[in-house]
């Protein structure tokens, strides 16, 4: 791999960083609220998913005793 000198490398990150389709802030904006709602449903499956695998092995656990 060629070296290359630190003012080259800034250079060529700078070129590169023109090159970057940046997000609208409405893109952003949109899609933070749905990140938030898709946590949000998905911390309320599994909140279902362990309270229901709960109840079973309480019962499971309780038929033995």
Do not use: H, Y
Not at 41 to 49: D, M, N, Q, S
């Amino acid at each position: 791999m060629a070296k290359v000198s630190p003012g080259e490398f800034v250079r060529q990150v700078r070129a590169e960083t023109a090159k970057v389709t940046w997000p609208s802030r409405r893109e952003v904006v949109q899609t933070t609220i749905l990140v938030l709602i898709m946590t949000a449903i998905l911390a309320l499956f599994f909140l279902g998913v362990d309270q229901v695998l709960g109840r079973a092995i309480r019962f499971l656990l309780g038929l033995g005793a």
